[in-house]
């Protein structure tokens, strides 16, 4: 796939430099980095799943600790 991109002249001069002192091409390095940043910045998959299921947990942080306490709360609420 061929991609154009707009690069302020400072990124061009930097992108140029590199290229001429490492031996790599334009192309190589702007892979490269491309590849990296989308993993670093990938979705965990807990906020992927949460995106397609919002509907998933409680939303209570303290489930867990006070399982029992909540759920003598919610049946005392449906004996009222």
């Known amino acids: ?8 002249d400072e990124v061009e001069t930097s992108l140029d430099r590199f290229c001429a002192a490492t031996g790599k ?12 940043y989308l993993v ?10 949460q995106q397609h299921l919002p509907s998933l947990g409680s939303g209570r942080g303290d489930l867990a600790e006070n399982h029992a306490h909540i759920l003598k709360d919610k049946l005392r609420s449906k004996h009222r």
Request: proline fraction near 10%.
């Open 1 to 8: 796939m061929t991609l154009t991109v707009r690069l302020p």
């Open 25 to 36: 091409t334009r192309s190589w390095v702007v892979n490269e980095s491309l590849a990296a």
């Open 40 to 49: 670093s910045h990938a979705p965990s998959p807990r906020a992927l799943l």
